[in-house]
């Protein structure tokens, strides 16, 4: 099983958008079975509540349901993770800095490292910003994801399924 965790700063917005996201993506390419996900903040504040309920809202007119419960990255997920990716420069750093052996750094990315077309460097917060904020994020992280999953597609040989071919056998 090859593992992503999605890390922003509280686990609320960005992340678990970026997780849900992905797994929408894995499952329309039928591969479920082989890429799982998870999403992280850097610090604790919000750990167990539930995603933003603005993010949520943004994310359901996309047909993405934001479901997982907010923690914080901890040390082991750096061995339990294949790509562990930042959605900001700082939650980069914030990552790079847990890592003080420089052990895993094969392994970190930045979401937007992943975008085909490279408008921005980062995905912005949207927690103080208005409705724009919260699409803004949604559109760059569909876009991200979808390069994500080509490379890690790529980077493991794997193969798209579609449901006609996992219904004809």
């Known amino acids: 099983m090859i593992k992503v965790i999605f890390v922003c700063m509280g686990n609320i917005c960005r992340s678990p958008s970026g997780e849900a996201v992905m797994n ?7 591969l479920e079975n082989e890429i799982e996900c998870d999403s992280a903040g850097t610090i604790a504040y919000h750990e167990g509540e539930q995603a933003d309920a603005r993010m949520k ?15 914080k990255f901890r040390e082991i997920d750096f061995e339990k993770f294949d790509y562990i990716i930042a959605m900001d420069n700082n ?3 914030d990552l790079q800095s847990f890592d ?3 052990s ?3 392994k970190i990315f930045k979401m937007t490292d992943f975008a085909a077309e490279k408008k921005y460097n980062e995905v912005p917060d949207p927690y103080y910003s208005g409705p724009e904020g919260f699409e803004l994020v949604l559109d760059i992280l ?5 390069g994500l ?3 890690i597609i790529i980077d493991h040989g794997l193969t798209r399924k579609s449901k006609e071919t996992e219904n004809a056998g």
């Open 57 to 71: 809202r943004h994310a359901i007119k996309r047909g993405y349901r934001l479901t997982s419960v907010a923690r």
């Open 104 to 106: 895993y750094s094969n």
């Open 24 to 30: 929408k993506f894995v499952k329309k390419a039928g």
């Open 149 to 151: 999953l080509e490379k």
């Open 100 to 102: 003080r052996e420089k």
């Open 142 to 146: 569909e876009v991200s994801c979808a």
């Open 91 to 93: 939650n980069l750093r």
